[in-house]
């Protein structure tokens, strides 16, 4: 039997990334290429036009801010004039303009790319890493995204694993795969809070689990709570302490900004194993007037960081028990409490949730890789690789039609298992309405205008009756891959008008089958500028090797024995050679290697015969 595709999980983090995969029935985190889980999602064109992917990206931020891109999670899937997109402009050093349809590009290596556009790049190096471990391409993944999710979020971010080169099988909902790393569905069933306290956002969810089905009752948090802001107090602190000692604030400089921020992270990190961290950052900043460069040098300890943050702490509390009251379930009523995020390590927030829910948490001890490991035990599930683990899909959120007064009428409540189907009955609201304008909308708020707008379409040519006269029948139709239909239709003369709504990422089919033909060309220009790379330096080796060799050929009486023409035709090959070797032609300098190569053969063995007669 031929062996299954390789089948993968990815976390797509808004700091990190993780691939996973299944391996002889255990979900296994795959490392990258540097030998680690984490691949940072940060990309950034630099100064030589070099797209940068990573952990390379992440440490060049300091030099290149204006040209590398984080955090693009915040972003994708978002309008442009959304408070959300414009709140995170405030604090993000690169550029983001509007794109054509309200939807946003970043600006970056003087392009401007949209946000899957950038999410592929991540995209694409996981799926890189995942082909060098099995060592054969990887073609399909499960994805996973915040619960909160809406349609528009959730189809950007499949377009994006559309650009990199992945079909995403299913975007499932991170706390789901979180629970179903726990094995939960199958070990457990009833109500599960999962707390997720990653990089810069805290999402808590509370899941309803029963006979395999996922269902979210509530979701909540703060998109702007996570290790960041634990690293920003360690840094006021430095900052404050190096202003007391030498009367310079090291904020005005971005060099020693950003080295603070790499300083401040490491600290917090150390804390959460040792009590005490040593900050030692020499040559952090000359003073104005000119000296001797000065150094930061400090001591943090467990106890300091618990003080400096402990208001953070009862955030995360505060927070949960917000989100448990709109839920209508109190903490004892939980089967599980999941802790999930790299900055649940820190023993404070461990035990600031016991408390709170005065049980041990579920904790593993890499809490920052269950989402991905969830995500490859749903691939497994859904090749079929697993069949006692059943898997059903819910609608993220409520889907309805706008009526009069601006209210919203729902018709698929969220949490639905899809596929689905759903019919109400409308009635005109005016005197001799010929028209009906229907607007499917999604979203849980009450008022049309609060919610997104999927799409729209009329009903033309009712027959003219009173208000209240002419029905119309609106079904909902959800199919397995959350696509939706919704067709109208007049009860009285049978008239019928349909849409399909598939939730719009801002980028058209025609877009996204261009950036995919850019992607590809980008790809390939990559992989032969790889190639030219490697052939140059092995030509480069080659030529040396054969100066030497004539070198020392020149320097045997006679030659050394060489045959007549082996010094000429060495000379010939290496004329060649600088002839091509700056050529955009992997052919050409390949054949100038074996050349060369052969020329080396010649020389050397005659050489050798030659001492030896
Ligand atoms: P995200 O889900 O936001 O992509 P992660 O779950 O990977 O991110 O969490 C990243 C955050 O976790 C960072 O702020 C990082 O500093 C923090 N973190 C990682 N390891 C530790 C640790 N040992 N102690 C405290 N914080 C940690
Ligand atoms: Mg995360």
């Not at 694993?161 to 629970?179: F, S």
């Not at 009635?427 to 979203?443: E, N, P, Y």
Request: proline fraction near 4%; charge should be negative; glycine fraction near 8%.
């Amino acid at each position: 039997m031929a062996e299954s595709e390789p089948l993968i999980g990815i976390d797509l983090g808004t700091t990190n990334s993780i691939v996973a995969t299944v391996q002889d029935g255990q979900p296994v985190v795959i490392k990258n290429r540097t030998g680690v889980a984490l691949t940072p999602s940060v990309v950034a064109v630099s100064k030589n036009a070099k797209r940068l992917v990573g952990s390379i990206a992440k440490r060049q931020a300091i030099t290149n801010p204006q040209e590398t891109v984080y955090a693009a999670k915040r972003l994708i899937g978002r309008k442009f004039s959304s408070h959300e997109v414009q709140d995170a402009l405030r604090s993000l050093p690169y550029a983001v303009v509007a794109g054509q349809h309200d939807d946003l590009r970043i600006r970056m290596g003087g392009r401007d790319l949209s946000v899957p556009e950038i999410s592929a790049m991540i995209l694409q190096e996981l799926k890189a890493d995942a082909e060098a471990h099995f060592g054969r391409p990887v073609t399909k993944a499960v994805v996973t995204v915040p619960a909160y999710f809406n349609d528009a979020q959730r189809q950007a971010t499949k377009d994006a694993g559309r650009i990199a080169g992945l079909e995403v099988l299913r975007i499932i909902n991170e706390p789901t795969a979180a629970a179903l790393a726990y094995g939960f569905g199958r070990t457990v069933n009833g109500r599960v809070a999962v707390l997720d306290l990653g990089g810069g956002t805290f999402d808590v969810s509370v899941l309803e689990i029963s006979q395999g089905v996922f269902d979210v009752v509530a979701t909540g948090g703060d998109t702007y709570l996570g290790g960041e802001d634990w690293d920003n107090r360690i840094i006021e602190w430095l900052v404050f302490g190096f202003a007391k000692e030498h009367g310079l604030d090291l904020r005005k400089d971005r060099m020693a900004l950003q080295r603070l921020k790499d300083a401040a992270e490491k600290a917090k990190v150390e804390l959460s194993s040792v009590r005490e961290s040593h900050v030692n950052l020499p040559f952090i900043c000359t003073p104005p007037g000119g000296g001797a460069a000065l150094h930061l040098q400090a001591t943090l300890t467990r106890d300091k960081l618990e003080d400096l943050t402990s208001d953070l702490a009862e955030r995360v509390v505060g927070i949960t028990t917000e989100v448990l009251g709109e839920a209508g379930v109190r903490p004892s009523e939980l089967k599980e409490v999941i802790l999930v995020g790299g900055m649940t390590r820190m023993p404070k927030i461990v035990e600031a949730v016991r408390g709170y829910f005065r049980r041990e948490p579920c904790k593993g001890v890499h809490p920052e890789e269950v989402v991905a490991l969830g995500a490859a035990i749903q691939a497994h599930a859904l090749a079929g690789q697993d069949s006692e683990l059943l898997l059903l899909d819910v609608t993220p959120q409520s889907l309805g039609v706008a009526i009069a007064g601006g209210y919203v009428r729902r018709v698929i409540p969220k949490n639905t298992t899809v596929p689905t189907s759903a019919t109400e009955v409308f009635a005109t609201s005016k005197d001799f309405q010929r028209t009906v304008k229907i607007m499917v909308l999604q979203g849980e708020h009450e008022m049309a205008q609060a919610n997104e707008l999927l799409g729209e379409f009329a009903l033309t040519g009712l027959r003219e009756a009173p208000r209240g006269q002419v029905e119309i029948e609106v079904t909902f139709d959800i199919n397995a891959e959350g696509i939706v239909s919704v067709s109208a239709k007049d009860r009285g003369t049978g008239l019928r008008q349909s849409i399909t709504v598939t939730a719009s990422s801002g980028l058209t089919e025609e877009e996204l089958k261009r950036i995919i033909e850019e992607q590809r060309e980008y790809l390939l220009a990559a992989r032969l500028s790889e190639e030219l790379k490697t052939k140059r330096v092995e030509l480069d080796s080659l030529a040396r090797d054969v100066v030497d060799a004539l070198t020392r050929a020149r320097l045997l009486p006679g030659g050394g024995g060489l045959a007549a023409d082996a010094m000429p035709r060495a000379e010939q090959a290496l004329e060649h050679a600088r002839r091509v070797r700056d050529a955009e032609d992997v052919a050409a300098l390949t054949r100038a290697c074996e050349l060369l190569s052969g020329c080396l053969t010649q020389l050397r063995g005659s050489a050798q015969s030659g001492a030896r007669r």
